[in-house]
């Protein structure tokens, strides 16, 4: 089972500002902590990416997967396709405007590896994961809006 971790923050952007980081996959590498590589392998028709692989340095060892994503409103979900060393990978960023313009971003992650490691690094792990996300996208929202 994988580990399941959330954290929220909030960004002086502007909810479409946010979303279009989180987008446009292409400038991960600039941003996203450990991610070398993205290319978007189905787009749907506004140009969003339907489905996904990602380059990413774990540390151990370079681990290569595929996710799908879903939109609804202001909520992004995401699912592992298949991967290397990674067995889950299921995500959501849930985008609320705040009072002043900006955004509240709800960011959930549930992880699992196929490497045997005692659950309370796999925990560490993922909140590394959810850490440098939320950092990355907040610093790079907040640097275009």
Not at 22 to 35: D, S
Not at 62 to 71: D, G, L, M, P, S
Not at 73 to 79: G, L, R
Not at 90 to 110: I, K, P, S, W
């Given at each position: 089972m994988g580990q399941k971790v959330n954290q929220s923050t909030t960004i002086s952007a502007t909810p479409d500002v946010v979303w279009n980081v989180?987008?446009?996959?292409?400038?991960?590498?600039?941003?996203?902590?450990?991610?070398r590589h993205t290319e978007v392998l189905e787009a749907n028709d506004d140009g969003s990416p339907h489905v996904a692989r990602f380059k990413v340095d774990a540390k151990v060892s370079?681990?290569?997967?595929?996710?799908?994503?879903?939109?609804e409103?202001?909520?992004?979900?995401?699912?592992l396709l298949e991967g290397d060393?990674?067995?889950?990978l299921?995500?959501?960023?849930?985008?609320?405007?705040?009072?002043?313009?900006?955004?509240?971003?709800?960011?959930?992650?549930?992880v699992d590896v196929d490497l045997p490691l005692p659950a309370f690094m796999k925990k560490r792990a993922a909140r590394t994961i959810l850490e440098q996300?939320?950092?990355?996208?907040?610093?790079?929202?907040e640097s275009m809006g």
């Open positions: 989180i987008t446009e996959l292409a400038t991960y590498p600039e941003w996203a902590g450990g991610v370079e681990i290569t997967y595929v996710i799908q994503y879903a939109y409103d202001y909520d992004i979900t995401w699912h060393m990674i067995s889950q299921n995500g959501e960023y849930r985008l609320f405007e705040t009072e002043d313009g900006g955004t509240e971003v709800a960011y959930a992650l549930e996300g939320l950092d990355g996208l907040k610093g790079r929202a």
